[in-house]
């Protein structure tokens, strides 16, 4: 059995592609405990978040294009979907990937300081519904704890803010205080949820959350106490702000001055 890692990340995959293979907290477990009935691993933890996706399982090395492509259509994606986006680390490339992840090497902004709750979730949720063993239990606990011991015997973490916080940070330094302000998130996948959780954090109040889909906008906006609008029905919410934040996954800008 071999320990492997199949997954993208903010390096080989754009934010739709990544969005297209995310996990929510129900899916994960799920698609778990499939890989286990199916008997193609043994154990397995899926880690996804706003700049990765990745499945780490115990498994025989023989079912690893078997996993690949039962990991494409639990979303109903072809391997052409994602192109050349995919990654696969097996043993001790396994174990390197996941120390280096965990610690902040491998993030968008090096050092920061939301992936070591979001593998400590991950691997917590995967012991929760069983679908862990002897192998990736030692495997996370020894990452999480020499994650922690990097960040008390490093700098690594000194200055750094998470992804979703980067903006939120440029715009304190501009406005000093952001509690009375208005502000607009463009966009309601994860980077827009990071950016509101980070807002609100701040004690900001007044947030208003567009995003082409409605529906999307509503479920994020009522988790947080912010308003929702439908992006290009009603712009006249772009007026008023002292802050707007865009983090659609569109290569073009999608406001502009006229």
């Known amino acids: ?30 698609f778990l405990r499939q890989l286990r009935s199916q008997g193609l691993a043994e154990e397995g933890v899926v880690l996804s978040t706003c700049n990765r996706v990745e499945l780490y399982t115990l498994s025989d090395p023989s079912s690893s294009e078997e996993i690949r492509s039962r990991l494409l259509s639990f979303h109903e994606l072809r391997l052409e979907d994602l192109g050349d986006c ?5 043993q001790a490339g396994s174990v390197e990937h996941l120390f280096g992840v965990a610690s902040g090497l491998d993030s968008m902004i090096v050092g920061e300081t939301e992936i070591l709750g979001q593998v400590k979730s991950a691997y917590e949720a995967a012991l ?15 990452a999480l704890n020499t994650a922690k011991e990097v960040r008390t015997r490093t700098g690594i973490g000194e200055g750094t803010v998470s992804v979703g916080g980067a903006a939120v940070h440029l715009a304190e330094k501009i406005f000093t205080q ?12 994860a980077m827009g949820q990071a950016v ?29 106490g912010a308003t929702a609008v439908q992006l290009d029905a009603d712009l006249d919410y772009l007026l008023d702000p002292d802050i707007a934040i ?8 999608v406001i502009h001055e006229n």
Request: hydrophobic fraction near 35%.
């Open 1 to 30: 059995m071999h320990i492997t890692c199949i997954g993208l990340n903010h390096k080989t995959a754009p934010v739709a592609a990544r969005e297209k293979l995310a996990f929510t907290q129900k899916q994960q477990p799920e």
């Open 86 to 90: 995919l990654y696969e680390h097996t």
């Open 128 to 142: 929760d519904s069983g679908t862990t063993g002897k192998v990736l239990n030692q495997l996370f606990q020894r």
């Open 178 to 189: 952001l509690s009375g302000k208005r502000v607009v998130v463009v966009g309601a996948g």
């Open 196 to 224: 509101l959780q980070s807002l609100v954090g701040r004690g900001v109040r007044a947030v208003v959350v567009s995003n082409r889909r409605l529906d999307r906008a509503r479920d994020l906006a009522q988790a947080h």
């Open 246 to 253: 865009c983090s659609t996954a569109c290569p073009v800008p």
